[in-house]
């Protein structure tokens, strides 16, 4: 084995202009793909957490089937106690308590049916990037307060302003007709029109009172540090739910499916286009190895004929294809992780990137996410392809027949 792998190497270097061509298209499409896979995987980490940190959390405990329902009664009994000894027991200040109902809101001249949260002021930021997108005003401060914030849109469809007073009526807890006049104290733009025309905030308190809660709220909202730690701490969580209580602790995907089925979309046609640069490369490969093939058709009839079978060619001609493809794995997997390794730390961005993350409260540069899958992925899968396609070239030696070979010239 080890003359055939000299042999092998030795081939190699014959036309070392081609060799070298064959193995710089290698490295430059593993290094092409290292860095645009590491940096997918990065946007997808970002597009994640930015979504899910903008309102839902990365869980939520709830009454069972609240999530489907969302019936005003089923409620998560002292959310506000449980939520204490979350944060306690967690040790993550990012966990609070959160009510929901749908409710009219209405001005001196118009009316809208909104769906009014209630959010308790020294926790909400920790689990919502919504306060931190008040363009005008405020966010509420105190609990008990009759304040409310209203999306941008909302404000120009009611016809209000900052200061100005809203009436709200809706359903309570028990059944019961609810009404309140809170005072327009904040107006956020999360450039979601969806969000800025039917979302409205209320402090927890005051919303307690309002819809009758008597301490109760319908979901516990759950930051963790990281996707990679959910696991853990959904556990951790899951152990210290009271057991007296029925209640359930949901993850992002199954809060958010969606979520998952665009990055499993984005996926599959990123993918597509990986696979097209991959073909493209063996076929490079295909035509180097059968050149090289054909230049030696002479050389292959002489030892032939001496008694040399076509398998042990064919398995040379293979030999000197992993040989060049192992060469443009690891050279573009080092280039890839090298150019990976510098945005990781520095960050990508693009022109104009820094204003649009500035208006939707979003970090300005995506970071890409180096790991080993990353790295070796996209090099495997070339040289899986390299190895596929120098099968061609092998499998023509076995059609080789020595006398007209040895006539090649």
Known sequence: ?????????????????????????????????????????????????????????????????????????????????????????????????????????????????????????????????????????????????????????????????????????????????????????????????????????????????????????????????????????????EALLPAEEDLVLHDWDALQPGLKQAIQADISSAFFMYGVLVILVAFSVMNTQLMSVLERTHEFGIVMALGLTPGRLGRLVILETSLMGLAGLFLGALVGGLITLWFTYNGFSYPGMDQMAANFNLPSRFYPQATLLTLFLGPAVVFVGSILSALYPALRLHWLRPVEAMRAV
């Open 1 to 237: 084995m080890n003359i055939t792998i000299r042999l092998a190497w030795r081939n190699l270097w014959r036309h070392s202009r081609r060799t070298w061509l064959t193995i710089g298209a290698m490295v430059f499409s593993n290094a092409l793909l290292v860095f645009m896979i590491s940096l997918q995987f990065g946007m997808y980490e970002l597009m994640i957490d930015n979504t899910l940190q903008a309102f839902i959390g990365h869980m939520q405990i709830q009454a069972p089937g609240y999530k489907d329902d969302a019936k005003m009664r089923q409620v998560v009994p002292d959310a506000e106690q449980l939520a204490a000894t979350l944060r306690q027991e967690l040790d993550l200040e990012t966990i609070a308590a959160r009510s929901a109902a749908f409710a009219l809101l209405s001005s001196e001249d118009r009316s809208y049916g909104v769906q009014i949260f209630g959010v308790d002021p020294r926790y909400e930021p920790g689990v919502s990037t919504l306060p931190g997108l008040v363009k005008e005003g405020r966010y509420p401060q105190d609990r008990d307060a009759q304040e409310i914030v209203i999306g941008s849109v909302l404000a120009r469809n009611l016809k209000v302003s900052l200061g100005d007073e809203l009436t709200l009526l809706g359903s309570g807890r028990d059944g019961s007709f609810s009404a309140a006049v809170a005072e327009v104290t904040g107006i956020f733009e999360s450039g979601v029109i969806e969000m800025d025309r039917s979302i409205a905030e209320v402090p927890l308190g005051f919303f307690d009172d309002v819809f009758y809660m008597d301490g109760a709220a319908h979901a516990v909202v759950i930051v963790t540090p990281g996707l990679a730690v959910i696991e853990d701490y959904r556990a951790r969580a």
